[in-house]
């Protein structure tokens, strides 16, 4: 059975398997149906995700090891928690090679080797050889330098001798191995061309590497599930925990990395006889009247729920204030002399092929190589294709139309490569074909860099639109808009996740909350960053805008968590400053401006925090029960009971104090109903009350969530008011309190219900009329969850 809720666990040295069992009973009196756990197979060494594994055969030591899993087990069921595990099948950490037997045997032996097969390498570009981009600088300069050793001492894993650069090994080849330890430079240049790896500069791993990854990062290695043995073999501990009672269902980290996603998921199915599944996977254009569908034929029950996120944040946004905040923008471009603001259509496209031309040149070189006949331009027009495809990727025969949208606007863009891009329809339409298959591969690193990891550091008029799985060019959503897109996931996917925040999301949900107050006013907001960019300014307009808008989102925030933030978000951006070469003068004034928040600045972000705080913390608890009561399985990130006011990551996986939310729900339970309510105030009382009443309505009683109806609200405000019925649950949750608030109230709006008895679980107040003033229903908190009274 599916669960009622989850609430994810993120497992790591410092917060292992023991730590986690330690919450269970906690979690428990949450209300969370299921335990949600990161990866746990054996990752790299100080790894605190876990989506690079090295050992697919065993738990992480680190994390626990496998009795630290089996204890966990235990306190879970003791606790009457389900188990939900992510796992990781697109690809391996292979940063040190020593630590993955699979890939240092693949070093060490070759083609020769039985893994060669697991990983997807192009051998013959490579001449026999994998490239490994670890040098700090051309091989010759390497050598010359005599940074670079051959050792013949045999070790445990080095049988034939090493070679070591700096903290590097790596095996030698039987036979080849220096009479004594060397660094002379003719040796060694005859040495590693027998090797079966080439070592090889960084900065050309981006047009010559020979290997698929995930995305761009080369220390994670593509895994070919698509081969038996290979499924067999890094799902061997996997399934053994579903068999054994270990696990109750499997989240499916990037399958759109996968050769065949859905062959994947059936296999998974039978493999696990059709346990719960969950994928992680963007849907795009959530949020819109048009959203991208789910694969109906996929043998998953739903995503991870960024969909919904979209969904939520955007009917919480007020669509009055898109024309001011772009006008916003566009003179904070001119002001800094940038181009002025364009469709985000032409924004994407313009990162997209950005990085299609840097950082994923070496994938469109074999995407050539694959094609079964020479196209002339075809890497030009490939790149295109990328930069105009419409969703992260499809799955022939299906998707067909997304392959022919690309074609068409990249023909427009284009039309020197009109013959070519026609050309190269006609080979990657057929699913057959190598170069089709690798295409679909392609396509989503290439979309995943390109906006989220880009364009959405880019377009800075309102934070809350850039989040993983939104649309940044769809600024709202009307309340119609949010029945339909919940009405459509309780009748097509209702097992699905939703979430509001997750290990991947570039803001946590309260700071998107808090955000959101901001196009409700937009004019205070500009004049505030007029004044914040008189304290500091990087120079560049919409850049100042991301930034202070990451400082009053996560306010109070330690300098360092700024700091950190900053670099990353200026560096994804890639206009003034970037990873490869980083621009000193412009990093030297981002932080300048970091500095000033907690300096000559500081009073007046603590005033403008001051004043829409309030505004957003209503923002976040309408959130938080729109998800929470709301159709698909909810699920409760780490610490996101109380506020989450998290940045990007590692900032969101930070340690939770797990201790000061169990007393805090201890308090609030010995408290409730007899009037000690917790205040909606810094202490974030008020949330771990919506979150811990939602869950346990939701687990104790199912048959209140069993389908999906709008309720109507009349009156003067209605407009700022989102309520459906669930079935017998009947959530309201307040919208743009800021024109509620200038309006003086609710007045005469009133919601229209059955006749009967309800109870507010967050009240504890009785309601028996068909019409409920919001006045009185919403008097003490900006959401209500009612609830039909229990038979005695």
Do not use: C
């Given at each position: 059975m599916p669960p009622a809720s989850t609430y994810r666990l993120q497992i790591r040295r410092a917060f292992d398997l023991d730590a986690a069992a330690e919450v269970t009973e906690y979690l428990r009196d949450l209300g969370a149906g299921w335990a949600y756990l990161s990866p746990l197979l054996q990752a790299t060494t100080g790894s605190d995700h876990g989506y690079d594994v090295v050992d697919p055969s065993r738990v992480d030591p680190a994390r626990g090891g496998r009795e630290g899993l089996d204890r966990f087990v235990a306190a879970a069921r003791a606790a009457g928690l389900g188990i939900l595990v992510d796992i990781v099948p697109n690809h391996m950490g292979v940063a040190d090679p020593a630590q993955n037997p699979w890939?240092?045997?693949?070093?060490?032996?070759?083609?020769?080797?039985?893994?060669?097969?697991?990983?997807?390498?192009?051998?013959?570009?490579?001449?026999?050889?994998?490239?490994?981009?670890?040098?700090?600088?051309?091989?010759?300069?390497?050598?010359?330098?005599?940074?670079?050793?051959?050792?013949?001492?045999?070790?445990?894993?080095?049988?034939?001798?090493?070679?070591?650069?700096?903290?590097?090994?790596?095996?030698?080849?039987?036979?080849?191995?220096?009479?004594?330890?060397?660094?002379?430079?003719?040796?060694?240049?005859?040495?590693?061309?027998?090797?079966?790896?080439?070592?090889?500069?960084?900065?050309?791993?981006?047009?010559?590497?020979?290997?698929?990854?995930?995305?761009?990062?080369?220390?994670?290695?593509?895994?070919?599930?698509?081969?038996?043995?290979?499924?067999?073999?890094?799902?061997?501990?996997?399934?053994?925990?579903?068999?054994?009672?270990?696990?109750?269902?499997?989240?499916?980290?990037?399958?759109?990395?996968?050769?065949?996603?859905?062959?994947?998921?059936?296999?998974?199915?039978?493999?696990?006889?059709?346990?719960?599944?969950?994928?992680?996977?963007?849907?795009?254009?959530?949020?819109?009247?048009?959203?991208?569908?789910?694969?109906?034929?996929?043998?998953?029950?739903?995503?991870?729920?960024?969909?919904?996120?979209?969904?939520?944040?955007r009917v919480l946004i007020d669509p009055a204030g898109e024309d001011a905040l772009d006008r916003l923008d566009a003179r904070l471009r001119a002001d800094s002399g940038l181009e002025l603001p364009v469709p985000y259509a032409d924004v994407i496209h313009g990162t997209k092929r950005m990085i299609a031309d840097t950082i994923q040149v070496s994938e469109i070189r074999r995407l050539v190589r694959c094609l079964p006949e020479t196209i002339e331009g075809a890497d030009d027009a490939l790149a295109e294709l990328l930069a105009c495809f419409p969703v992260y990727r499809s799955y022939l025969p299906a998707g067909r139309e997304n392959l022919d949208a690309a074609a068409a606007e990249?023909?427009?863009?284009?039309?020197?490569?009109?013959d070519a891009i026609a050309r190269l329809v006609a080979v990657l339409a057929d699913p057959a074909l190598e170069v089709s298959q690798r295409f679909q591969q392609t396509t989503g690193p290439v979309m995943a860099k390109g906006v989220e990891d880009t364009a959405f550091y880019r377009q800075t008029r309102l934070g809350t639109l850039t989040e993983v799985g939104g649309?940044?060019?769809?600024?709202?959503?009307?309340?119609?808009?949010?029945?339909?897109?919940?009405?459509?996931?309780?009748?097509?996917?209702?097992?699905?996740?939703?979430?509001?925040?997750?290990?991947?999301?570039?803001?946590?949900?309260?700071?998107?909350?808090?955000?959101?107050?901001?196009?409700?006013?937009?004019?205070?907001?500009?004049?505030?960053?007029?004044?914040?960019?008189?304290?500091?300014?990087?120079?560049?307009?919409?850049?100042?805008?991301?930034?202070?808008?990451?400082?009053?989102?996560?306010?109070?925030?330690?300098?360092?968590?700024?700091?950190?933030?900053?670099?990353?978000?200026?560096?994804?951006?890639?206009?003034?400053?970037?990873?490869?070469?980083?621009?000193?003068?412009?990093?030297?004034?981002?932080?300048?401006?970091?500095?000033?928040?907690?300096?000559?600045?500081?009073?007046?972000?603590?005033?403008?925090?001051?004043?829409?705080?309030?505004?957003?913390?209503?923002?976040?608890?309408?959130?938080?029960?729109?998800?929470?009561?709301?159709?698909?399985?909810?699920?409760?990130?780490?610490?996101?009971e109380l506020w989450e006011t998290s940045l990007v990551d590692p900032d969101n996986r930070r340690p939770v104090d797990f201790a000061a939310r169990q007393a805090l729900l201890a308090e609030i339970d010995a408290g409730f109903p007899l009037g000690d309510l917790p205040p909606v105030d810094k202490t974030g009382a008020a949330k771990l009350l919506v979150t811990s009443r939602a869950l346990r309505l939701r687990r104790d009683r199912p048959g209140l969530f069993t389908r999906y109806t709008p309720m109507t609200v009349v009156g003067e405000a209605s407009a700022h008011a989102v309520a459906y019925d669930r079935g017998g649950a009947v959530a309201v949750a307040t919208r743009l309190p800021v024109g509620l608030d200038r309006r003086g109230g609710w007045g005469d709006t009133a919601l229209l219900r059955h006749a009967g008895a309800s109870i507010d679980v967050l009240t504890g107040r009785r309601f028996e009329g068909t019409v409920v003033p919001l006045a009185e229903l919403l008097s003490r908190y900006p959401v209500a969850l009612l609830a039909t009274e229990e038979d005695s």
């Open positions: 890939w240092w045997d693949v070093l060490l032996r070759g083609r020769g080797s039985r893994y060669a097969e697991a990983f997807d390498i192009d051998w013959e570009y490579g001449d026999g050889r994998v490239r490994v981009p670890i040098l700090g600088r051309e091989l010759d300069d390497v050598i010359e330098a005599g940074e670079l050793t051959a050792d013949p001492a045999p070790g445990p894993q080095t049988p034939f001798g090493h070679v070591r650069y700096f903290d590097h090994v790596l095996p030698l080849a039987e036979g080849t191995a220096p009479e004594r330890a060397t660094t002379d430079a003719a040796s060694l240049r005859g040495i590693l061309e027998r090797q079966h790896w080439q070592p090889m500069f960084w900065r050309r791993e981006a047009s010559e590497l020979n290997y698929r990854r995930f995305f761009a990062v080369t220390t994670l290695a593509g895994v070919r599930v698509e081969v038996p043995w290979v499924f067999d073999e890094t799902h061997a501990e996997i399934l053994r925990w579903v068999r054994d009672g270990l696990a109750d269902g499997l989240r499916v980290d990037h399958p759109d990395g996968l050769l065949d996603p859905g062959g994947y998921l059936q296999r998974l199915a039978e493999a696990t006889d059709g346990a719960y599944v969950l994928i992680e996977k963007i849907l795009e254009h959530s949020g819109t009247d048009h959203p991208e569908a789910l694969p109906a034929w996929w043998e998953t029950d739903g995503t991870t729920g960024y969909d919904a996120m979209a969904e939520i944040d990249a023909s427009v863009r284009r039309p020197e490569l009109a649309d940044p060019g769809v600024f709202s959503l009307s309340v119609d808009g949010l029945h339909r897109a919940f009405a459509g996931r309780q009748a097509g996917w209702p097992h699905s996740m939703t979430s509001l925040s997750t290990h991947d999301t570039k803001r946590g949900e309260d700071v998107r909350a808090r955000l959101s107050v901001l196009a409700e006013l937009p004019e205070r907001w500009s004049e505030a960053l007029t004044r914040l960019r008189g304290i500091a300014s990087t120079g560049h307009g919409p850049f100042d805008s991301l930034l202070w808008q990451a400082i009053i989102g996560a306010w109070p925030a330690t300098p360092e968590r700024l700091h950190a933030y900053a670099e990353k978000a200026a560096r994804e951006a890639a206009e003034a400053t970037g990873w490869w070469d980083p621009d000193a003068a412009f990093e030297e004034r981002m932080h300048d401006l970091v500095d000033a928040a907690f300096g000559r600045g500081t009073a007046l972000v603590n005033d403008f925090v001051r004043e829409i705080r309030p505004y957003g913390w209503s923002n976040s608890l309408s959130a938080k029960l729109l998800q929470l009561a709301g159709p698909g399985v909810p699920d409760v990130y780490q610490g996101s």
